[in-house]
């Protein structure tokens, strides 16, 4: 989606061209015996600077959106690559036909898992100590500024 917007948004930023010219106009009204005195040259020389200003506003608003969309795209494509190369990965292991080796890494993932689990364990013990040592030191400072 983020690609298609961004191909939608590149020919918006060429640069437009305006293809109207109030001296021809000008010029098209004098033959034709209709005189406004500059007035209508006025007018449409006002109309397409408006135009502009509006063009570029559109413009600085467009080239916005798209940065963001090529940004969203760069993290699109590194997240698919990760994601195709974890694919490609447990592919490789579930094609193995060595059922020993397949055995041998589950179970040393598991020993991993394992040592890891026990050692957030003791860190969750410790952690539990330490907020009752704290709650019992502010007992006492309490408890010493009372006496």
Request: hydrophobic content about 40%; overall charge negative.
């Amino acid at each position: 989606m983020a690609k298609d917007s961004a191909k939608i948004i590149s020919p918006l930023l060429e640069e437009d061209q305006i293809l109207f010219n109030p001296e021809d106009a000008q010029r098209l009204f004098e033959e034709a015996g209709v005189l406004f005195k500059g007035q209508v040259k006025k007018d449409f020389q006002q109309l397409i600077a408006f135009n502009r200003a509006i063009t570029d506003e559109r413009r600085g608003y467009l080239q916005e959106e798209r940065g963001e969309i090529e940004a969203e795209l760069k993290c699109v494509s590194a997240e698919l690559g990760a994601l195709g190369k974890k694919r490609s990965d447990m592919l490789s292991f579930l094609s193995e036909t060595d059922v020993f080796g397949k055995f041998r890494q589950v179970s040393d993932e598991m020993v991993t898992l394992r040592a890891d689990i026990t050692s957030l364990e003791r860190q969750r013990g410790f952690l539990h100590r330490l907020q009752e040592l704290r709650t019992d030191i502010r007992a006492l400072t309490e408890s010493r500024g009372h006496l």
